[in-house]
């Protein structure tokens, strides 16, 4: 399976920008999809992840100003991104989850950048 993320790039704060990653290959074999964070300095941190049938987890730190969703008919993943903030500034990467076995999957890093 290979993911490619998009959508990063530069915004001032309180802007908003939307991550897709497209999942290719053995999409058979993805379960929950979902996007990390690295910030320069810090770890790999969970920002949100839903499952095939819609259900959603958040991080505190998002809640109420990112939203995720997908398409399973494409086996896209997205991040809609509002009110952003300059702590929100780092690496996003997109994940899968695999349904079986290991090991899960990793998009290469989109990085937002939220200016003050």
């Known amino acids: 399976v290979q993911l490619q993320a998009s959508g990063g790039g530069l915004v001032q704060a309180g802007g908003t920008l939307r991550l897709s990653c497209a999942a290719s290959g053995s999409i058979s074999s993805i379960g929950n999809m979902g996007w990390y964070r690295q910030a320069p300095g810090k770890q790999r941190e969970l920002v949100a992840s839903i499952t095939k049938l819609g259900w959603s987890n958040y991080a505190d730190s998002v809640k109420g100003r990112f939203t995720i969703s997908r398409d399973n008919a494409k086996t896209t993943v997205y991040l809609q991104m509002n009110s952003l903030k300059p702590e929100d500034t780092a690496a996003y990467y997109c994940?899968?989850?695999?349904?079986?076995?290991?090991?899960?999957?990793w998009g290469q890093g989109t990085q937002v950048t939220v200016s003050s």
């Open positions: 994940k899968a989850w695999r349904l079986y076995g290991a090991p899960d999957y």
